[in-house]
């Protein structure tokens, strides 16, 4: 177990009202952040807390409603109603937290709370207005930074206003929560605030959902291998993925491993471009692109791969390593952000430096080219999975950073109250260059 599990107490914390706000939640599912709440918030309700979540309205789905031992309360959109596009992003995000604000004082009005847990900065309005209303000790998860996200880099206005948002929003939060020591050190560096504030929960998983049958894992194999061995990738296909360096590193596997088969499950805007990519190296008929592949689909097809990649160049935490894990995957990962915390070169997988299309192939091939080797680190990591990242752990450690943002509530409050008399209310000043290095412009 990492030293930052160690400093948690596991004993069950008494019973708690939670009051969790987020944009996504089922039926709403837009990347991996709703399902996260999802889980935590039904494994809290299982040990016995109260957890009502304020969320976004979905068409069809009840303003409220009791699910999996969960309220969950719907803000449903204003009549002028603003596109959620990039363009808009900042325009709708103010208008949903208009109406989040109110549905939650709605459902504050009718049960009491003891915390309330923000996740990420398009609830930041919405989490700040309610602690100071309610006077409540405020948690936030900051899951992933828009600085992260781009390198180090904030391009344009709405990448500043965004990071702006994210350090008002960690700022005002009593506790914060990262799920990496990675991004612990890039939280407190990033938005100023004592490494003593921001404690390190990790993801969770739920083995038994990524267990795929054999007759599934047969059929995928059938499916998407040839007369070799089968690569995977699963997730985004975004540029900071780094599925371009798998595709480079195609060719070499294919001439170490005639008959190789790459499978690259997902969808997102880089598709066309890796697509292209995959052409101009003539691999065209070795990778398939599978599209998006649901829960239902997914588990098999990681099952059914010889190896799994995950080439990330920004990677805050890497839950498709602990996806891939439970469905049984031998994991070769790129050794960064929260990928490297994850699995241990050797024991639980192997790694290699993110965007070296060489260094890829390498790692591939150790995985490949000794299947004994494979399959002990699979079933190591699948171990691994079930230890140290079941839902009721991290729910466990979750309870535990409440019970100390609420015992350091009014302490925290006294020394907010005395920065802002201070005259601290200007605008966050961003400094030019990769805030992530402290590289010039």
Same mark, same amino acid.
């Given at each position: 177990m990492s030293a930052d599990a160690a400093v948690f107490d596991l004993q069950p914390a008494r019973h708690q009202r939670v009051l969790m706000l987020s944009w996504e939640y089922p039926p709403v599912l837009v990347g991996g952040l709703g399902r996260h709440v999802h889980a935590l918030s039904v494994a809290l309700a299982a040990a016995g807390h109260e957890v009502t979540? @304020?969320?976004?309205?979905?068409?069809? #789905?009840?303003?409220?409603?009791?699910?999996?031992? /969960?309220?969950? /309360? =719907?803000a449903a959109e204003d009549p002028v109603r603003f596109p959620l596009a990039t363009? *808009?992003?900042?325009?709708?995000?103010?208008?949903?937290?208009?109406?989040?604000? &109110?549905a939650a004082l709605r459902a504050a009005g009718v049960g009491g709370f003891d915390v309330i847990h923000a996740h990420d900065w398009l609830v930041a309005h919405t989490a700040v207005t309610l602690a100071e209303h309610l006077d409540l000790p405020?948690?936030?998860?900051? !899951? #992933?930074?828009?600085?992260?996200?781009?390198?180090?880099?904030?391009?344009?206005?709405?990448?500043r206003t965004i !990071?702006?948002?994210?350090?008002?929003? *960690?700022?005002?939060s009593a506790r914060l929560i990262a799920c990496s020591g990675y991004m612990r050190d890039q939280v407190a560096r990033l938005f100023e605030v004592p490494t003593g504030r921001v404690d390190v929960v990790p993801n969770g998983v739920?083995?038994?959902?990524?267990?795929? =049958? %054999?007759?599934?894992?047969?059929?995928? =194999?059938?499916?998407?291998?040839?007369?070799? %061995?089968?690569?995977? +990738? #699963?997730?985004?296909?975004? +540029?900071?993925?780094? @599925?371009q360096h798998l595709v480079h590193a195609v060719p070499s596997l294919r001439r170490r491993h005639p008959g190789l088969r790459v499978v690259i499950a997902g969808d997102g805007p880089y598709r066309q471009e890796l697509v292209d990519q995959?052409? $101009?190296?003539?691999?065209?008929?070795? @990778? &398939?692109?599978?599209?998006?592949?649901?829960?239902?689909?997914? %588990?098999?097809?990681?099952?059914?791969?010889?190896?799994t990649v995950i080439p990330s160049l920004y990677e805050p935490f890497g839950m498709i390593a602990l996806e891939a894990a439970a469905a049984g995957a031998p994991l070769a990962v790129a050794a960064t952000g929260g990928l490297a915390e994850i699995v241990e070169p050797g024991?639980?997988?192997?790694?290699? %430096?993110?965007?070296?299309?060489?260094?890829?192939?390498?790692? /591939?091939?150790?995985?490949?080219?000794?299947?004994?080797?494979? &399959? $002990? /680190?699979?079933?190591?990591?699948?171990?691994? @999975?079930?230890?140290? +990242?079941?839902?009721?752990?991290?729910?466990?450690?979750?309870?535990?950073? +409440?019970?100390?943002?609420?015992r350091d509530h009014d302490g925290f409050q006294a020394r907010r109250a005395a920065t802002l008399l201070a005259g601290n209310r200007s605008a966050i000043a961003i400094p030019d260059g990769n805030l992530l290095t402290g590289a010039a412009s």
């Open positions: 979540v @304020v969320t976004r309205h979905a068409d069809g #789905a009840p303003l409220e409603e009791y699910a999996d031992g /969960v309220r969950i /309360v =719907r363009d *808009s992003l900042l325009a709708w995000t103010m208008a949903f937290n208009h109406t989040l604000t &109110r405020l948690v936030s998860t900051i !899951h #992933a930074t828009e600085a992260g996200r781009h390198q180090g880099w904030l391009p344009g206005e709405m990448n !990071h702006g948002v994210e350090h008002w929003l *960690s700022n005002a739920d083995g038994r959902a990524w267990h795929a =049958r %054999p007759r599934a894992v047969t059929s995928a =194999r059938a499916r998407f291998a040839g007369n070799g %061995p089968l690569v995977g +990738y #699963a997730g985004r296909l975004v +540029y900071e993925k780094g @599925v995959a052409r $101009r190296l003539q691999v065209g008929e070795t @990778v &398939r692109f599978a599209g998006f592949l649901d829960a239902g689909q997914l %588990p098999a097809v990681l099952a059914a791969t010889d190896a024991v639980t997988g192997v790694t290699f %430096p993110h965007g070296d299309p060489d260094a890829l192939a390498g790692a /591939v091939d150790q995985l490949l080219g000794d299947e004994v080797f494979a &399959r $002990r /680190v699979a079933r190591r990591a699948r171990s691994m @999975v079930v230890e140290r +990242y079941g839902w009721a752990t991290i729910a466990a450690r979750t309870a535990g950073v +409440y019970a100390t943002a609420r």
